[in-house]
């Protein structure tokens, strides 16, 4: 069983990125040679997103059966409770433990569009832990990995509720966490603080973005409910309508964060790289220097 799990270890920082499947068809033919890179860059895990109740669930496979069968990649794939029924949900784990993937993020996420009020709420997970806690008990082998959130979720009502819902995953099940995107540390270290206090000894993976476009800034925010620190502000302000020296700033500004997060010990570093494989050639090599 290919464990992500063993992949933390005491001094050492785990690498990784996050893979979607392109909504173009143009677009997805390209996929392949760019998880051939990640594999050639020797990226530790690669994790492979997958829309609400399975809205893109045959590319999400795919791609999760080729990164791990042809690239030789170690893979954690996403599967989002919200739209799933108990019975969807075990026929979509089984579809991924047939092609040899042992590692699911679980994540609730977000409501589908097309979803009706009555389908929301009769759904049978209201929460990332509730799915944690049905693969346990089914005795699905699956290494398990939850979300935590530097700035609380959008839609807990404190930062305690936040924090006692990112117990909440590892009681039932979660064995590791990786986190939403920040871009203070400090955020980060708070985070970390917390969830120790609390016993919780699951090793935790940093969430880097390096923000290259002005644009990209501007969706981020929006959909991760973070905070943008001044000096990066400064950085979009100077550079915004300058691709090439936004990219080379944006750039330097995610690898000074994730060297000072790797000098502190962090568990891991998983890198937001928008399907940018020499993004991560960059960012791994930096890290390994």
Known sequence: M???????????????????????????????????????????????????GGS????????????????????VSHITSVGFTKEKLEDGLNRFKDIGIDNILVLRGDRPKMMTDEEFNARDFSHASDMAEFIREKGMEFTLLGACYPHKHPEAPSDEADIYNTKKKVDSGCDVLISQLFFEN????????????????????????????????????????????????????KYGDKPEEMRKYGIDYAIRQALELKERGA?????????????AEILLKEMRS
């Open 186 to 237: 400090e955020y980060f270290y708070r985070l970390q603080d917390k969830l120790y206090d609390l016993g919780i000894n699951a090793p935790i993976s940093a969430g880097i973005m390096p923000v290259t476009s002005a644009k990209q800034l501007g969706t981020t925010v929006t959909l991760s409910g973070t905070t943008v620190p001044e000096e990066l502000s400064s950085i979009i302000a």
């Open 56 to 75: 893109n669930a045959g590319k999400a496979i795919e791609i999760a059966d080729y990164a791990k069968n042809k690239a030789g990649l170690e893979v």
């Open 267 to 279: 568990d891991g570093i998983h890198f937001y790289i928008m399907n940018k494989p020499d993004l």
């Open 2 to 52: 290919g464990s992500v799990r063993s992949l933390y270890k005491k001094g050492t920082t785990v690498l990784s990125c996050e893979i979607y499947p392109p909504k173009k068809e143009d677009e997805f033919k390209n996929i392949y040679a760019k998880l051939d890179k990640l594999a050639a860059i020797n990226v530790d895990f690669v994790s492979v997103t997958y829309g609400a």
